[in-house]
């Protein structure tokens, strides 16, 4: 049986969607000047905002997270660093 899709605006583009360990879902990308990770409640659509950071010379263009233990790891495809944020 096909479900209906749904659809939600996040106001930002958004590069990688990852599953979280409570079954909610990371979504981070590119946002103004800087870079945003949301989280959303598959069965809801509920939108929380995790993190907004604008771009630094030493860090930008989160495209990629992934939690570990108590923070967020925050990759990117520019330069060759990680960005660690406690979680929320």
Do not use: C, Y
Request: glycine residues 10%; hydrophobic residues 45%; negative net charge.
């Amino acid at each position: 049986m096909l479900s209906t899709r749904q659809e939600i605006s996040l106001g930002f583009r958004v590069d990688n969607i990852h599953w979280a360990r409570d079954g909610s879902l990371f979504a981070v990308g590119q946002a103004d000047q800087g870079w945003k990770a949301v989280k959303i409640d598959p069965r809801t659509l509920a939108v929380r905002e995790v993190v907004t950071q604008a771009d630094t010379p030493e860090f930008g263009a989160g495209t990629a997270l992934v939690e570990v233990g108590d923070t967020l790891w925050v990759g990117s495809f520019r330069g060759n660093r990680i960005v660690i944020v406690p979680a929320p």
